[in-house]
């Protein structure tokens, strides 16, 4: 088994994400790695979610819900979308490999460009 190490430097600069960073450290009783580990294992999992098609959203007690919302999840929504399902994906393979015969309306309108265009 393989070990793999991976150092990572942040500097954070503005007020208020300095601010969550010291709230959620004096909260968790948390250093910076473990907050990160966390963050990165938090944003994976919503990541996979999003992908499947779920959406991310805090529910109370009563049934009220809110949606978690970033640009990171919205574009790992629509990359998501942009991709092709496997089954798609090997329809269209097949139908590269081999394409079906020209309908007769097709061979109709390229007769009429070929002419048109002499």
């Known amino acids: 088994m393989r070990t793999t190490t991976l150092r990572m430097e942040a500097?954070?600069?503005?007020?208020?994400?300095?601010?969550?960073?010291?709230?959620?450290?004096?909260?968790?009783?948390?250093?910076?790695?473990?907050?990160?580990?966390?963050s990165l294992q938090l944003l994976d999992w919503c990541v996979t979610?999003?992908?499947?098609?779920?959406?991310?959203?805090?529910?109370?007690?009563?049934?009220?819900?809110?949606?978690?919302?970033?640009?990171?999840?919205?574009?790992?929504?629509?990359q998501a979308r942009m991709q092709l399902p496997p089954e798609a994906f090997a329809q269209v393979t097949r139908l590269l490999d081999q394409p079906p015969a020209p309908t007769d309306a097709l061979r109709d309108l390229m007769a009429g460009r070929t002419a048109a265009a002499r």
Do not use: Y
């Open 11 to 38: 500097h954070i600069n503005d007020p208020a994400g300095v601010q969550q960073v010291e709230r959620l450290r004096a909260v968790l009783g948390a250093g910076n790695a473990e907050l990160l580990r966390e």
């Open 49 to 78: 979610q999003v992908r499947e098609g779920r959406q991310i959203a805090s529910v109370t007690d009563t049934g009220s819900l809110r949606e978690l919302s970033m640009p990171t999840l919205e574009r790992a929504r629509a």
